[in-house]
């Protein structure tokens, strides 16, 4: 009996807002993940807003996240597969130009 083994490496990155209003992508390039955790990082003032659109971010649609708050995403699993999510596609705002998060993911290795 055969197994098949995925191998993945855990990774963060740490956005920062460039101008409050103005919501921007999570990641310049895509990133494909299977999993992630978004923090707002200590010390910042004001909320963070996490969306999947720039539109939502401005909106009641968007996550808050005040300061060490922080929420986790995880793609399901279907038909034994693991279904990945592109964190360019996930977007952020604030009220304070220079707030961060720090967004620790899961990445596949190609073995």
Request: a neutral charge; one cysteine or more.
């Amino acid at each position: 009996m055969s197994s098949a083994f995925q191998q993945f490496k855990i990774m963060a990155t740490q956005p920062s807002l460039t101008l409050a209003g103005t919501p921007q992508r999570i990641s310049s390039v895509d990133l494909w993940v299977t999993s992630c955790e978004i923090q707002a990082q200590f010390g910042n003032t004001g909320r963070c807003y996490i969306a999947d659109s720039s539109a939502n971010c401005t909106s009641t649609k968007a996550r808050a996240l005040a300061a060490e708050a922080s929420f986790t995403l995880v793609g399901d699993m279907f038909s034994g597969r693991n279904v990945l999510f592109n964190l360019k596609e996930i977007w952020f705002d604030g009220v304070t130009t220079g707030n961060k998060l720090v967004v620790s993911y899961l990445l596949q290795v190609n073995a």
